[in-house]
């Protein structure tokens, strides 16, 4: 078994704390909570949540490293794709859940050298911790684009621009459910046994979670998997505030067919901490990430039954393909090693199967802009879902 890092007492003092808060959220409810509800308060617990307390998160000395922190590639070939669409629009980017804001960074740095700077760049956000770091990164990076960021904590009444969101879909809280041995489904809790905290296993809580879990979950004794309300929900809710725009969201995830596939039985429910993978939820609440992989049909369907056009689906590797980041890698002198490996390294990593390539996806929605994006140009996979 790997042994992971050791928390320091501070981190451990704040994980405890939430705890307790998770406890007396369990005590009040009967002694029962939905995941979903046990993951929103692991990640965003005010002052305690893996979102919402001050520890690093990510790059190389946090918990996980995200596509823009690998390379400005990333960034500079979406921005190809935002110059597309800009112009169709009121010229507003929204970036929901941005980061270190590094993405912000490269997007702006490149759409101002293609001249689509967007009027104004907008990042919605729900870690404190994290607005700040933005800001400060951003205003270190690009002073004199500072002044077209600004920041929101909730969805705007009316979006005339482009949404764009990377690996923030599998960060929302998902429900879990669980057929048992003799086949019955069940909605996966959480309780507190013997001080410590457990999966509990009870009667669905939702109407709306008991069908979708008849229609989506395989008729197999011992079959764990999640759903995610929140992922339809945010596509909606977005997508009812869109008048006008595109909405771009790239996570790692599956169709149904995949997602819900017989043989992925234990579903796909993760931990990241100190850059382990982890697979007991329970570790730590509060310093480590939990995310779950996006089912892309019931995303796509949500948008389409919201009144979107559904533009493209395709994995990241062929979208950023189409958007030039081969082009783009190829504008670095190659003589110059030191600093063209480590670039062709990360490219590598965001375009190979093995890694990011395939099992990151990007999805497109349109209202009242053009239906052919260049980033699904080729590949587009929306058949699939």
Same mark, same amino acid.
């Given at each position: ?10 981190? %451990? ?19 029962? +909570? ?78 101002? !050298? ?9 990042? %919605? @956000? ?33 979006? @005339? ?67 995610? /309300? ?19 969201? +790239? ?17 796909? /429910? ?6 382990? !993978? ?10 480590? @990430? ?34 030039? %980041? ?9 003589? @110059? ?47 699939? %879902?």
């Amino acid at each position: 078994m790997t042994t992971l890092p050791a928390a320091s007492p501070e981190a %451990l003092a704040v994980s405890q704390a939430l705890c307790g808060r998770i406890s007396q959220a369990i005590a009040e409810a009967d002694g029962w +909570i939905p995941f979903s509800h046990y993951m929103e308060l692991a990640l965003y617990a005010h002052g305690m949540g893996y979102y919402a307390a001050g520890s690093r998160k990510l790059g190389e000395g946090g918990d996980f490293v995200t596509a823009p922190e690998l390379t400005p590639l990333f960034g500079r070939a979406l921005a190809r794709q935002l110059a597309e669409l800009l112009p169709q629009t009121a010229g507003v980017v929204y970036e929901f859940g941005a980061g270190t804001g590094r993405l912000a960074i490269d997007l702006l740095a490149e759409l101002e !050298t293609l001249g689509r700077l967007p009027r104004r760049y907008v990042i %919605l @956000d729900l870690s404190p911790d994290l607005m700040e770091r933005q800001r400060e990164n951003i205003g270190a990076a690009l002073p004199h684009l500072a002044d077209r960021v600004e920041w929101a904590s909730r969805l705007p009444d009316a979006i @005339d621009g482009v949404v764009i969101g990377n690996e923030l879909l599998d960060a929302m809280p998902c429900e879990m459910v669980f057929r048992d041995e003799s086949r019955q489904l069940r909605q996966r809790g959480v309780t507190v046994r013997d001080g410590a905290l457990c999966y509990e296993d009870r009667d669905f809580a939702s109407a709306e979670l008991a069908g979708l879990a008849a229609q989506l979950v395989p008729d197999i004794p011992r079959y764990a998997t999640e759903i995610s /309300l929140a992922n339809r929900g945010f596509i909606a809710s977005v997508a009812g505030a869109l008048t006008r725009g595109a909405i771009l969201m +790239i996570d790692y995830g599956h169709a149904a067919s995949e997602y819900y596939h017989p043989e992925r039985s234990m579903g796909t /429910l993760l931990g990241h901490y100190r850059h382990h !993978t982890v697979q007991d939820p329970f570790y730590l609440p509060g310093l480590m @990430d939990l995310t779950c992989h996006v089912d892309f049909s019931a995303v796509a369907q949500s948008g389409i039954d919201a009144g979107l056009d559904l533009i493209g689906y395709a994995n990241q590797a062929q979208f950023l393909l189409n958007c030039g %980041l081969v082009d783009l890698l190829q504008t670095l002198a190659p003589d @110059d090693v030191k600093t063209y490996l480590p670039v062709a390294k990360a490219a590598q990593r965001l375009l190979s199967p093995q890694e990011m390539g395939e099992t990151f996806k990007a999805i497109g929605f349109g209202k009242g802009v053009d239906i052919d994006w260049l980033g699904f140009s080729h590949g587009d996979r929306c058949y699939t %879902l």
